[in-house]
């Protein structure tokens, strides 16, 4: 019975942590981003910041909101 729990915690851990294999060599540059996701990148960044609470956890909020709690947003290479 031992057995048949550690191949389900395998199975588990290989399905929903590390997720799908990737069948790409892990050495070969990604593809670039077209205009369609470079657009959409820079609206993200500025409409969100990354800020840090007081327990270290790092999240997104939108720009009014950083500024009207006073909070600190972190560089976009800290995270």
Do not use: I
């Amino acid at each position: 019975m031992a057995r048949g729990r550690r191949f389900d915690m395998t199975d588990w851990l290989a399905r929903y942590l590390l997720g799908p294999a990737s069948v790409a060599h892990p050495r070969r540059a990604g593809r670039r981003a077209n205009e369609a996701e470079q657009e959409r990148e820079s609206a993200l960044r500025s409409e969100f910041v990354r800020v840090r609470d007081a327990s270290g956890r790092v999240y997104l909020v939108d720009r009014a909101t950083a500024e009207a709690t006073g909070a600190t947003p972190l560089d976009d290479d800290a995270h």
